[in-house]
């Protein structure tokens, strides 16, 4: 199994088939009396010819290459990998919820309506917004719409000049990208080497131009802006308003509410914070949550209750418009529900309490043998500066790969950009006391690994299916489809 | 202490210690007291599996799903065949609880899928290359039309055609009004795009010419006529195709165009009441660096071994911040793996037959419910699996009545200007039984 190494097209043969159709049973038509010929296709797709069982051992291997939440911890920063509860996919794959066409008439619909309404209020709460819509498709979507939502804001204001938006360099790299998207120029300003928000920086940055502040807080260094009042007056003063990213909802769930903080518009990353499945990058889910003033402007539709029932409302003028086909990524919806539901306030409020005692006390285990840049309280991640020995030149990417020897996914590394050699590491609330120990003792004996025999390191990994791979073969030759 | 979190009170007090921590409040002190959550959340408790399930079952069991009504609508969602070999793959949590392959050595699963999917969709569209997936159909849409303005010099708007699905329609005014690009909308004429209308609104400024085929009323067109006209303005020519059409018509890339988008929920996904779905997204290799996205690539490991790595990715947000042409920094992995594999099992032959057998049946069904007379079709063209019914009576009135039969009727084309009009659809799933059922139900209304 291990050494598997083929492709699905190299099992192919021809006259092979792993599927069966129930036969026509209307008359047979002629493609040719049907459809103009030169609207046909001539030579034939080549798709694969396969058993179904040789599909299902192919795929199978293909599997077993790769490394899940149920394979071992996942450590990865920013990500909130944790647990993805079975029984959310089991709710998912009711019958009455996924074979249901979204054209369907309103009255055939009221469970999904009622569901979703229900999910956004919940959402709402959770951060302390006025509404949230739940169609933005991922955290970066969720961004752009966020982004343009403010925009809106503006220009119904007859504000036109506001055409800039500040972004911290601490922050995820879809932040600029986002503000680019929406139309925005970044003005990106530089943090405090703790990742907090340099409030004269943001001063001198502030004016008649500036639309929004994007940020993230905790920050990407896992550290709670103490700021942040001081910072949102500020940039409402300026007549800007705040974008919250996020990404780290899974610190602070119960404790405090980006609404509170005085945060105009977030969006949430269902697929971190709310446990549904990362599926090897993708489908999430970005639901948007909003302030008052910025309701009128929110992506049509919005699911609306009436003394009928639900419906999609649509008559919304100052709408932004669609972002996405239909009404976002239902069936993860589902699975965010299912999720909250199981989990209810007190669950919720032990998530994020577990989320930053597991990350400060593995911070506190490591800081003798790794670089801990900034000692102070962390939320739930914390962020280390490479090795605190690195006389034999052993880099982050070393430590990394050299883990996956040890069974781990690495922790996130090389961002936030910030911080030199960085590895931020998010341990999340669903794993033990004791694999949290397991993954300290590995940690510690790479550290004294790369004292001893660097080389290890730099040669890492060992024991995976494959080695360090030529990423600068991949991009120089371009090999993107299997060629016969 | 609940189910998802194993610490015990032990294990918190003794980590806490470790740390040095009197409590749990202790680690909460840098939120200011001005900002701190003073009540509990206005959420119920946490529930057993077993009340969550009874509730959501109670919940969503006030939808009538397309279990007990026959679906004959589609407009962008469609009711194929879902073989019961997708679900049990890619439900394997090595696919489905991972991570994106930024560690290529224990991610080869996916990055190999991804490849797989790449080759799939570049065969099927007749392009040289294709990404890991997007969003869905209209963001894919709107993500080339981006692309489009980015690859040109001066180019400032995006002519597409009213037969394009009108929701793709709304994303790309979404889109497109932030980035100073104009969005120019060609007339449709008996069903078709006005190719003669079109090739007026398309100019030297024009950054790429979008065209859907089979059109959103199902009508095949003659989509080449738009790579002309694109490229006698040096613009990019953009399709939006069915995948599920393709097996049996010219492929985009032998007409010549230079993006192909589409939605590719009929490959392996279920309707979902909408999502997720996976866009797809294929260009010339010429483009490929302007492209949005994941792309997966073959190279070799340290060893020697073929081995799989996400590459260009100079190209993205991640690296490139908002110089990026695409926020885009996720794909649609697991729907994506799903399509592969329903690719891969039915294959050659069966991608092949599906396409045959939704076109007899949407032909068969013409034939029925315009046999009295009493039903028309809106337009004289040819179809694939959709096609576009007027009748006596506004379709919404129609369709409340399909219900009550148990048929879940077509899409209403009233809002589009088509009176009484409805498009129908008619997948492989279809039986002569459910389509007869249909006429009569329809004959009595």
């Known amino acids: 199994m291990k050494d598997y190494n083929q492709l699905i097209f190299e099992l192919s043969k021809s006259g092979r088939m792993g599927y069966q159709l129930p036969k026509c049973d209307v008359e047979q038509v002629d493609l040719g009396t049907l459809i103009p010929s030169e609207f046909l296709r001539e030579e034939v797709a080549e798709l694969p010819e396969v058993s179904e069982i040789d599909l299902i051992r192919h795929y199978t291997a293909l599997s077993t290459k790769n490394y899940g939440v149920e394979t071992g911890f996942y450590p990865l920063g920013s990500c909130t990998m944790k647990y993805n509860p079975k029984m959310n996919e089991d709710n998912a794959a009711i019958p009455f919820s996924k074979n249901v066409h979204p054209y369907q008439p309103e009255e055939t619909i009221q469970g999904s309506l009622e569901l979703m309404y229900d999910l956004a209020d919940q959402l709402s709460e959770i951060s302390g917004f006025a509404k949230t819509t739940l169609q933005p498709a991922a955290g970066s979507q969720g961004e752009m719409v966020g982004l343009m939502l403010i925009k809106a804001y503006h220009d119904s204001k007859n504000d036109d000049k506001r055409t800039k938006i500040i972004v911290p360099d601490s922050a995820h790299g879809t932040n600029p990208a986002s503000a680019a998207v929406a139309g925005f120029e970044i003005v990106e300003i530089t943090s405090n080497p703790d990742g907090s928000v340099d409030l004269d920086a943001l001063k001198a940055v502030l004016n008649d131009e500036v639309a929004g502040l994007m940020l993230t807080n905790p920050s990407t260094l896992g550290l709670f802006e103490t700021n942040i009042l001081e910072i949102s007056s500020l940039v409402h003063e300026a007549g800007g308003l705040l974008y919250y990213d996020g990404a780290n909802m899974n610190a602070i769930m119960s404790k405090c509410r980006p609404g509170d903080m005085g945060f105009d518009v977030m969006h949430y990353n269902l697929h971190k914070t709310m446990s549904t499945p990362h599926g090897g990058g993708g489908p999430g889910a970005g639901p948007v949550g909003v302030s008052e003033r910025l309701v009128p402007f929110l992506p049509v539709p919005v699911v609306e209750k009436k003394d009928t029932g639900y419906f999609l409302d649509y008559d919304r003028p100052q709408s932004i418009g669609k972002v996405k086909g239909f009404y976002g990524n239902y069936g993860i919806l589902v699975r965010a529900y299912s999720y909250i539901q199981a989990m209810g306030r007190d669950g919720l409020k032990e998530v994020s309490e577990v989320a930053v005692l597991n990350a400060n006390y593995m911070m506190h285990k490591l800081k003798e043998a790794y670089k801990l840049p900034i000692d102070k309280v962390c939320k739930h991640e914390f962020v280390l500066s490479g090795l605190n020995n690195d006389k034999h030149e052993v880099v982050t990417l070393d430590v990394a790969k050299r883990l996956l020897d040890y069974g781990y996914h690495p922790p996130t590394v090389y961002f936030p950009l910030i911080v030199d050699e960085a590895l931020m590491i998010e341990p999340t609330e669903t794993e033990s006391k004791e694999t949290i120990d397991a993954f300290i003792e590995a940690m510690l004996k790479i550290a004294e690994e790369a004292d001893k025999s660097p080389d290890l390191l730099k040669s890492a990994p060992h024991n995976t299916i494959v080695g360090r791979i030529d990423e600068a073969k991949a991009a120089r030759e371009l090999i993107l489809t299997y060629q016969k | ?445």
């Open chain 2, 1 to 445: 202490m609940h189910r998802f979190i194993p610490s015990t009170k032990e294990d918190k007090k003794a980590m806490l210690e470790s740390i040095g921590a009197a409590d749990m409040e202790a680690l909460f002190v840098d939120i200011p007291k001005e900002v701190r959550l003073d009540r509990e959340l206005a959420l119920d408790e946490s529930k057993s599996e077993l009340e969550v399930t009874r509730l959501m079952n109670e919940t969503l069991g006030k939808n009538i799903s397309t279990d007990a009504l026959t679906c004959f609508l589609g407009a962008g969602a469609y009711d194929h065949y879902v073989p019961t070999v997708v679900n049990h793959l890619s439900s394997r949590q090595e696919f489905a609880t991972a991570y994106t392959p930024y560690q290529p050595e224990i991610s080869q699963g996916t990055l190999q899928v991804i490849f797989e999917f790449q080759t799939m969709i570049a065969e099927l569209t007749g392009m040289e290359v294709a990404n890991a997936s997007m969003y869905d159909g209209p963001t894919a849409c709107a993500e080339a039309a981006m692309m489009a303005v980015a690859a040109g010099k001066k180019k400032k708007s995006i002519v597409v055609s009213e037969t394009v699905h009108p929701e793709v329609i709304k994303v790309l005014e979404s889109y497109l009004r932030h980035r100073d690009v104009a969005l120019i909308i060609a007339p449709m004429k008996e069903g078709e795009t006005d190719y003669e209308k079109l090739s007026t609104l398309v100019d030297e400024t024009t950054a790429g010419v979008l065209v859907q085929n089979p059109n959103f009323y199902g009508v095949i067109e003659d989509a080449k006529k738009s790579v002309e006209i694109a490229h006698g303005k040096k613009a990019l020519a953009i399709n939006y195709v069915d995948p599920l059409a393709l097996p049996i018509l010219e492929s985009p890339g032998k007409q010549g165009f230079d993006i192909v988008v589409g939605e590719g929920q009929g490959l392996g996904n279920d309707l979902q009441f909408g999502g997720p779905y996976l866009g797809f997204f294929a260009s010339t290799k010429k483009l490929v660096r302007k492209m949005p996205g994941r792309i997966c690539g073959e190279s070799v490991d340290s060893r020697g071994q073929r081995a799989f790595v996400l590459t260009l990715q100079a190209r993205e947000q991640h690296i490139r911040r908002y110089k990026a042409n695409s926020n885009i920094c996720s794909n649609q992995g697991l729907v994506a793996l799903r399509s592969t594999i329903y690719m891969s099992l039915m294959g050659k032959a069966g991608m092949k037959e599906v396409a045959e057998q939704c076109l007899a049946k949407s032909h068969y069904g013409a034939k029925v419910l315009t046999a009295s007379g009493k039903y028309k079709l809106a337009f004289d063209k040819p179809f694939f699996k959709e096609f576009a019914l007027v009748g006596d009576k506004p379709t919404k009135e129609v369709n409340g009545k399909l219900v009550e039969a148990g048929i879940l009727g077509g899409y209403d084309l009233g809002p589009l200007g088509v009176k009484n009009g409805s498009l129908l659809c008619f997948t492989e799933k279809r039986t002569k039984e459910e389509i007869d059922q249909l006429a009569s139900t329809l004959e009595v209304i």
